[in-house]
T-cell receptor, first 113, second 112 residues
Framework: ETGVTQTPRHLVMGMTNKKSLKCEQH?????MYWYKQSAKKPLELMFV???????ENNSVPSRFSPECPNSSHLFLHLHTLQPEDSALYLC????????????FGPGTRLTVT | TQLLEQSPQFLSIQEGENLTVYCNSS?????LQWYRQEPGEGPVLLVT?????EVKKLKRLTFQFGDARKDSSLHITAAQPGDTGLYLC????????????FGQGTTLQVKP
C-alpha cells in the first residue's frame, strides 16, 4: 500500500451505533488530520495530531473521539451520531513544521440513519 | 476568520475551451496549494506555490501566486473531459504550521 489509506470506504450507521474509522499513512509523515466534507461547504478541519499528540481540536462535538496510537495510524471513534453528521470524512498527513502540503486518503462516506 | 474565496463556484464548458479559477483572500499566506478532487475520492495535490508572483506549470495547467501572496489563479488551456472535478485552493500560514484554510471549491465540468 502506498500513500494514505482509509477504511471503510462506506459506512451506514444508526444513531445509537458505535463505529470507528481508520486511517493509515505510508509516507513517513509526522502529522495526521481529520476533515469533514459536507456538500456545499468548505473542508472543515476537525483534529490535528503531531507526533501522536493532539495539537488542535476545532470545537468538535464529543461524539467524535480521535485516537492516534503512532505516527502512521489515526482513528476516529463515532458514537451516538446525528443525521447531520453524514458526510465524507477525510484523513490527511504531512510533515508538521516542515511543509504545509497535505496528502489525503480517499475518504469514508458516512451515512447516519 | 481567514477566508479563501473561490470563483466561480461552478463552471461547465466544452472540450477545448480555456478557463481560469480564482482564489482570493484578504490574508497573506506563506504557501498556497491547489488540489483536484474527483467524486468519491480524496483531494489530490496538484501544486504548491510559496513565492509572491510565482508561476508554475503542470502540462495544460498554469498556477500563479499573487505578488502579495493573498490570491492565486489556476488557468487550464484546452480543457479535456479528464479535467472534470472539484478544484480546491488551500492557504497555509507560517504561524499555523500544519493547518490549511480551504476555499469552498470550484466544480468544473468539461463536456466532450
Amino acid at each position: 500500500e502506498t500513500g494514505v489509506t482509509q477504511t471503510p470506504r462506506h459506512l451506514v450507521m444508526g444513531m445509537t451505533n458505535k463505529k470507528s474509522l481508520k486511517c493509515e499513512q505510508h509516507l513517513g509523515h509526522n502529522a495526521m488530520y481529520w476533515y469533514k466534507q459536507s456538500a456545499k461547504k468548505p473542508l472543515e478541519l476537525m483534529f490535528v495530531y503531531s507526533l501522536e499528540e493532539r495539537v488542535e481540536n476545532n470545537s468538535v462535538p464529543s461524539r467524535f473521539s480521535p485516537e492516534c496510537p503512532n505516527s502512521s495510524h489515526l482513528f476516529l471513534h463515532l458514537h451516538t451520531l446525528q443525521p447531520e453528521d453524514s458526510a465524507l470524512y477525510l484523513c490527511a498527513s504531512s510533515y508538521y513544521g516542515r511543509s504545509q502540503e497535505q496528502y489525503f486518503g480517499p475518504g469514508t462516506r458516512l451515512t447516519v440513519t | 476568520t481567514q477566508l479563501l474565496e473561490q470563483s466561480p463556484q461552478f463552471l461547465s464548458i466544452q472540450e477545448g475551451e480555456n478557463l481560469t479559477v480564482y482564489c482570493n483572500s484578504s490574508s497573506v499566506f506563506s504557501s498556497l496549494q491547489w488540489y483536484r478532487q474527483e467524486p468519491g475520492e480524496g483531494p489530490v495535490l496538484l501544486v504548491t506555490v510559496v513565492t509572491g508572483g510565482e508561476v508554475k506549470k503542470l502540462k495544460r495547467l498554469t498556477f500563479q501566486f499573487g505578488d502579495a501572496r493573498k490570491d492565486s489563479s489556476l488557468h487550464i488551456t484546452a480543457a479535456q473531459p479528464g479535467d472534470t472535478g472539484l478544484y480546491l485552493c488551500a492557504g497555509g500560514r507560517s504561524s499555523n504550521t500544519g493547518k490549511l484554510i480551504f476555499g469552498q471549491g470550484t466544480t468544473l465540468q468539461v463536456k466532450p
